[in-house]
């Protein structure tokens, strides 16, 4: 679990790959360089979670309804990468630089 104000303006986080947990409200409220958030089976997202997180895209690893609603409701870009292996990435060693990759060119 993500929780709340976890990351409260951390003006130096960039990107984050989260895997099976909750992100609560406010979990990374202002954290204006943030720019990736790679998900995979994240169960809830909470109100406001990425507040003040204007450049963001969501990289998700396969279809998911809750996710993609989240993100229509909350204005936030959403990459699919469906047909990626998601351990592979997650194996890779640098899983940041692999999502940021696939953020910048996997399209819905």
């Known amino acids: 679990m993500v929780k709340s104000n976890a990351f409260l303006e951390c003006i130096n986080l960039e990107a984050v790959c989260l895997e ?3 992100i609560r409200e406010l979990a990374f409220r202002n954290c204006k ?11 809830k997202i909470e ?15 396969y279809r998911d309804k809750y996710i993609e609603k989240y993100c229509s409701e909350n204005n936030i870009p959403l990459k699919i990468t ?4 998601w351990q592979e990435i997650f194996k890779s060693g640098n899983q940041i630089e692999a999502v940021s990759q696939l953020a ?3 399209e819905v």
């Open 82 to 85: 469906q047909g990626i292996l």
């Open 104 to 106: 910048e060119n996997r």
């Open 20 to 22: 099976r947990c909750e």
């Open 33 to 43: 360089n943030l720019k990736v958030v790679g998900v995979s089976q994240v169960s």
């Open 47 to 61: 109100n406001n979670a990425f507040l003040g997180c204007d450049n963001l895209v969501i990289v998700c690893n």
